[in-house]
């Protein structure tokens, strides 16, 4: 029995099966001479950061690595249309061309607002007619349904990150292993890259109605925050690091991914079957006080109507 316990009369195969099985840290930076208590500790103690295992010694250069790095990078500039929306209705038979100018022009006058909006407001097309332009126009499908509550719990997104690109998970498909969310606004194909690295899984985005994510979105609002923390005004990344790793400690999490999406750092934590999800806000952006009183469609219903009466005399 002692002669057992004795690692130098272990067989060559047996300890190669072993030191695979318990790996040990995978820095570069990491002594290679560590004897064998060592790297069973470190399996025990260690965390997957990026699918990479590391040590306690070695994790915080790592995650600060890598904080740096997306802190550093550039904002990605949002993505153009592939089609006009009015060319699309036009050649749908649901717009004429004066409509089209029509609603443009009041686009120009009120100076924001999105097209499809006007010519709802204009009366010039129903809102299921400009979300299947939309999804034409983007290449996806039209959600049929916004019912996410039988969505499982792993691959809910925090909300900050919903309500930042107007979107709500609806299922997930094991046999495909495919998660479908629907999509309110701009399809944000970085964004959804980035959803597809943080839960290993392929992401299918469905144009659903505005009118019909925002009400949802504001019922999670409602509810308390669940695993989900919200930093802004970040001065640098050993800040992040951090805050980061006073969380690590906290949750004892075992595995750690992050990535970028949009303006947010996003790192997601696990411990056991519990996720914690850690948002750094890089960005705050200005407020303009005009804008919270302002209406969505400013101009006055005299205008508005004078505009369809324009396009229907011509």
């Known amino acids: 029995m002692r002669d057992v316990l004795k690692p130098s009369l272990w067989t060559k195969p047996w300890l190669r099966r072993w030191e695979e099985a318990t790996p040990g840290c995978q820095s570069i930076a990491c002594a290679d001479a560590k004897p064998s208590w060592h790297r069973m ?49 036009v050649a749908r038979g649901k717009l004429t061309y004066n409509q089209v100018l029509a609603g443009l022009e009041a686009q120009r006058r009120a100076r924001y607002g999105r097209i499809g909006d006007w010519f709802e407001k204009l009366g010039f097309a129903t809102e299921q007619e400009v979300t299947t332009a939309l999804g034409l126009q983007w290449g996806c499908p039209v959600a049929s349904s916004l019912d996410s509550a039988l969505i499982d719990p792993r691959f809910q997104l925090p909300l900050a990150l919903l309500e930042a690109f107007h979107m709500l998970p609806l299922n997930y498909a094991p046999s495909s292993n495919t998660l479908y969310l629907a999509i309110g606004e701009r399809v944000h194909h970085a964004a959804l890259y980035a959803v597809e690295k943080m839960f290993d899984c392929r992401v299918q985005p469905c144009v659903a109605w505005r009118k019909n994510i925002a009400p949802r979105l504001e019922r999670l609002r409602q509810q308390p925050p669940s695993n989900e923390v919200v930093f802004g005004q970040i001065r640098d990344a050993t800040e992040m ?61 005299s205008q508005l109507e004078s505009l369809a009466r324009t396009q229907a005399a011509t």
């Open 41 to 89: 500790w470190a399996r025990r103690h260690g965390t997957v950061l990026e699918g990479i295992f590391y040590c306690p010694q070695c994790l915080q250069p790592a995650l600060l690595g890598h904080l740096s790095r997306l802190h550093a990078a550039a904002l990605p500039s949002p993505p153009s249309n592939r089609i006009p929306l009015g060319l699309l209705l």
């Open 241 to 301: 690091q951090r805050i980061s790793a006073s969380y690590l400690a906290k949750t004892g999490a075992r595995e750690v991914r992050l990535c970028r999406i949009g303006r947010y750092i996003w790192l997601r934590l696990k411990s056991r079957s519990v996720y914690t999800n850690v948002l750094f806000n890089l960005r705050i952006e200005a407020q303009r006080p005009q804008a919270a009183s302002r209406p969505m469609f400013p101009l006055p219903p």
